[in-house]
C-alpha cells in the first residue's frame, strides 16, 4: 500500500510539534526563579540623581557613580564609562539611545548575544542586555554595518547602539553579572 507524502509529512510534523511543545514546557517548569525580568538591584550605592559632573572634563567620570568595577550609563550624557576597580576608566564613548530608558538604577547584566536582530530590523552584534521597561529589553549593541542612526521614535526600543570598536570593548568587559550604574 502506498501512502501519500502529504500524509507522511503532516504526521511528521504533528510529532516534531508535539515534542517541541513538551520540551518547552519543560525548560519552563525546571528554569530558576531568578530568571524574571531584570531588576536594578535593592542596595544602589549609586546616586541616582543627577551626578555631578566635571565642566572643564565632560569625559570625566561623574562623582556619585558608584564604586568597583562596573559599566556607568548617562541618560542625560548619552555617555558610557567602562570602570574597572577602584576609579580607574578604561574606556569612555557616547552611544546613542533607543526610545525607552532605564530608570536610574544599578542592574547586572543578565544575558548576552553575539549576533541577532534588532527590535528595529537591523543586524547587530555584541548586544548586553541590562534591564527591562515594560516588556521593552535593554541594552547595548553595536549595528553590524557601523550605523548609528537614531532610532525611530514611534517605535518602543530599547537598544542603546555603540559604535562597532565601543562594542567589542563593551562585549569584552561586561560579561554576566557585571553592574551597570545608570546615572541621570
Not at 21 to 29: I, W
Amino acid at each position: 500500500m502506498i501512502r501519500s507524502s502529504s500524509g507522511i509529512v503532516a504526521g511528521l510534523t504533528a510529532t516534531a510539534l508535539a515534542v517541541i511543545g513538551f520540551l518547552t514546557y519543560q525548560a519552563s517548569a525546571y528554569a530558576p526563579d531568578d530568571l524574571s525580568s531584570p531588576r536594578p538591584t535593592e542596595s544602589s550605592s549609586a546616586t541616582t540623581s543627577k551626578a555631578p559632573r566635571d565642566r572643564n572634563h565632560p569625559t570625566a567620570l561623574p562623582a556619585g557613580s558608584g564604586t568597583g568595577r562596573r559599566v556607568v550609563y548617562s541618560l542625560d550624557d548619552d555617555r558610557v564609562w567602562l570602570v574597572n576597580q577602584p576609579h580607574r576608566v578604561k574606556r569612555t564613548f557616547r552611544v546613542n539611545p533607543g526610545t525607552v530608558d532605564p530608570p536610574p538604577a544599578q542592574y547586572t547584566v543578565t544575558s548576552r548575544s553575539g549576533t541577532i536582530v534588532g527590535s528595529d530590523g537591523m543586524a547587530i552584534e555584541h548586544v548586553v542586555r541590562f534591564a527591562d521597561v515594560n516588556g521593552t529589553p535593554i541594552g547595548f549593541s553595536a549595528a553590524a554595518n557601523g550605523s548609528t542612526t537614531p532610532p525611530d521614535p514611534t517605535k518602543r526600543l530599547g537598544g542603546i547602539r555603540e559604535p562597532r570598536e565601543d562594542g567589542t570593548a563593551m562585549w569584552d568587559f561586561a560579561t554576566i553579572g557585571t553592574r551597570v550604574t545608570v546615572i541621570k
